[in-house]
């Protein structure tokens, strides 16, 4: 499993609201490139993001579930990405002091990229939360809270 981590200018309520938004998912998430839809329920278990992955004219059409959620601190992902597979995904929330440290992990949760060893498929997946923890707090310490 991949563990990255970032400390953000923002308390976990601020975070949460950009999480909980899921028509800005395309904005931090690297690989994801278009939203189609969003369920009304977000970040509800079982509500989906539907979203498109790649580049035009290469765009996969796919989807994201919420497996479990606990509000303003933690967001259980199942990430849909074919052809190489799914994945797991856990972003966790934790105040210090006017701080927040958001945590990902992430792990293939099934498809071709289960074959892949571990040892090696963490490294691509932890330079690509790296980047999507740098967009998040982009998002987040730009973005007036509410």
Sequence with gaps: MATNKRR???TPEHVWEVLSDGWLYPLWVVGASRMRDVDATWPEPGSQL???VGTWPLLLDDSTEVLDMVPGSM???HARGWPAGAARVTIRLEAHGAET???IDEDVAGGPAALVPTALRDLP????NVESLRRLAYVVERRPAS
């Design 125 to 128: 997946i932890g330079w690509r």
């Design 75 to 77: 967001l259980t992902l």
């Design 8 to 10: 953000m200018k923002a």
């Design 101 to 103: 440290e958001v945590v």
């Design 50 to 52: 539907y979203h498109s």
